[in-house]
């Protein structure tokens, strides 16, 4: 088989491994089939790129499991007309499955590198509607609010406050909340005009969302 024709069948089987794993949703499923993961993991991990696992990436960080990546999708409910911001961009990945659903997404990482890489990604998927930016995504991204839908990929304590700021009424935040050295609960939170309600999905780990953008790299 060419090179060409052992990547379609894998990204078959990595598809009906989300299907098995719960994902229903045929957008995020379609979503999850147009962006090669591939192109976001290290060459040496290629081989890798279409296994139900977490990836390490530069400066320390991990790309997450896509069965995981899919579900957060799913939980947070894009439609074509939102406005996304995602804080902890790392390899641009889960970006990349926002800009399919959403009508733009931004992306923020305290990692200058990081977010370089995601850019030259995304240029060379053509993907116009998804912009990377660096930033404490803790303070969220206040010239580009207010959002409809609020990722957060990096575990936190508590949800910074300016993220429900920037999150419009009828919005939906997700976010891995609890001890960030350990396991935390995925949450969603939404924003209605009588406060926020939150509801919790699963237990999941990510790394710690850290404060401030980083002096280095
Ligand atoms: N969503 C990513 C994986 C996220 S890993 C992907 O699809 O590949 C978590 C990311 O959060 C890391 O890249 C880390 O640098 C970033 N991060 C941690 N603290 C942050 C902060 N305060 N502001 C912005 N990004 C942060």
Redesign the pocket.
Known sequence: MSDRQDEDTEIAAFLRGLHRRGIRDPAVLRAMELVPRAL?VEPGLRRHAYDDVALP?A?G????QPSL?AEMTEALQVTAGHRVL??????????AILSHLAADVVT????RS?VAEAQVRFQELGLRNVSALV????GGMPSRAPYDRIMV??ATREVPPALFEQLRIDGLLVAPVGDPASVQDLTRYAKGVDGISATRLCAVR??????GVSARL
Do not use: N, W
């Open positions: 976001f990436i400066c960080q991990t790309i997450s990546v995602e804080v902890g961009t790392g390899s641009g990945y889960q970006a923020v990482d305290r990692y990081l930033a404490d995504g803790r990929t990096a990510f790394v710690p969302l850290l404060e």
